[in-house]
């Protein structure tokens, strides 16, 4: 064999065995991943971006941004992602790429279009980083049109089955408490009664989070019949052991705004005067505390390995400590149990 043979072969054997490395390493072949948010946004979003997309670079991958969740795909606004493009947003609340709710996506040939934007700008692989409405579709997507996608739980609300903990909850809930102790500074002051309104449009977590470590003296679900018998004896006996002030937090529910119906009640019928706090948005927003960070990273970085090892539907659940794979069908559901245990917690040691 002449040298110029000789080379040429040697050259083969290389790249056959890159090949084969790299079937076995990436046996999705992706070699492009797209990183979007969906439904609302949560403190820690941009650290799961930042994650997803170094680690995507670290492991020789081209990373795209989607803008705007699944309204921005539909429109194509699908940007390329580099190492600066993810700096110095780690402690930034939001998300960089913004977010939307899309209801169109529950059409299946709204999700049709979305895949041949996917194959046309030419990404192989999906993480999308929301809730159990975002995880929906992406399931459909994946299961329709067989795109690799990885599913990381970001929401406040904490509220996904099949997860112990959703990126942004341990921000929000830190967000009202700091607000909730600034209004027990003032209704100590006062001698007064608050009602503070907190988010969960299906869950009772931020509530129960929040009641518990403020000490509030009641929490009140929407969805359960509410003891308004108990509520006045438990702030009677406050005030007959000369305490100065009463907190009653209410999970918002699918309405915002039934704090004003338990002041009325409180008023009209036992003659408890109270003030009104509806936190709101301000939970949503601000710079993540450390524990979403810590867990954001993981999770990005959780991501990319999954799709190089080869998964092509998996959520990055967090379980029993650890950050670990489990089917789309584990998260798709609102979290049922509702901790209620808590309220015994609360009762005890609000005397
Ligand atoms: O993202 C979860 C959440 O903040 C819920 O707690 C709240 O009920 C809902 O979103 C509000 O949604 P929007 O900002 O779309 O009104």
């Given at each position: 064999m002449t040298q110029k043979k000789k080379d040429a072969s040697a050259k083969k054997e290389t790249v056959q065995s890159q090949v084969k490395k790299d079937v076995v390493l990436n046996p999705n072949n992706i070699k492009s991943v797209a990183i979007m948010c969906s439904g609302g946004d949560a403190p820690g979003m941009n650290v799961v971006i930042r994650s997803a997309v170094r680690t995507a670079l670290g492991m020789g991958l081209k990373p795209y941004g989607i803008n705007r969740g699944w309204s921005g795909l539909l429109e194509g606004d699908v940007v390329p992602l580099d190492a600066s493009s993810v700096g110095n947003i780690m402690q930034k609340g939001g998300t960089i790429l913004q977010t939307s709710r899309c209801p169109e996506f529950h059409e299946p040939e709204i999700r049709k279009e979305a895949a041949n934007i996917l194959r046309r700008k030419g990404i192989d692989a999906l993480i999308v980083c929301g809730g159990n409405g975002s995880f929906n579709g992406a399931w459909k997507l994946h299961s329709e049109h067989d795109i690799p996608i990885i599913g990381i739980p970001g929401t406040i609300d904490n509220d996904i089955s099949g997860t112990d903990y959703s990126i942004g909850f341990d921000t929000a809930v830190q967000t009202a408490v700091e607000a909730v102790d600034k209004i027990r500074d003032t209704a100590h002051s006062h001698a007064r009664t608050f009602i503070v309104e907190v988010m969960g449009r299906k869950s009772p977590a931020i509530a129960l989070h929040v009641g518990v470590s403020c000490g509030a003296e009641n929490i009140v679900f929407p969805n359960d019949h509410i003891d308004f018998e108990a509520i006045h004896a438990d702030i009677a006996r406050g005030m007959d052991r000369g305490k100065q002030s009463s907190i009653i937090i209410v999970a918002e529910g699918e309405t915002p705004?039934?704090?004003?119906?338990?002041?009325?009640?409180?008023?009209?019928?036992?003659?408890?005067?109270?003030?009104?706090?509806?936190?709101?948005?301000?939970?949503?927003?601000?710079?993540?505390?450390?524990?979403?960070?810590?867990?954001?990273?993981?999770?990005?970085?959780?991501?990319?390995?999954?799709?190089?090892?080869?998964?092509?539907?998996?959520?990055?659940?967090?379980?029993?400590?650890?950050?670990?794979?489990?089917?789309?069908?584990?998260?798709?559901?609102?979290?049922?149990?509702?901790?209620?245990?808590?309220?015994?917690?609360?009762?005890?040691l609000a005397i």
């Open positions: 705004g039934l704090c004003y119906d338990i002041k009325r009640k409180l008023a009209d019928d036992y003659d408890i005067s109270s003030h009104l706090c509806i936190l709101g948005h301000i939970q949503r927003g601000g710079k993540p505390t450390a524990l979403d960070r810590f867990r954001a990273c993981r999770m990005g970085y959780r991501a990319i390995k999954a799709l190089m090892d080869g998964e092509r539907a998996s959520v990055t659940a967090y379980l029993e400590g650890d950050v670990k794979l489990v089917p789309f069908s584990n998260c798709l559901e609102n979290k049922k149990e509702y901790e209620k245990p808590f309220l015994e917690l609360v009762k005890l």
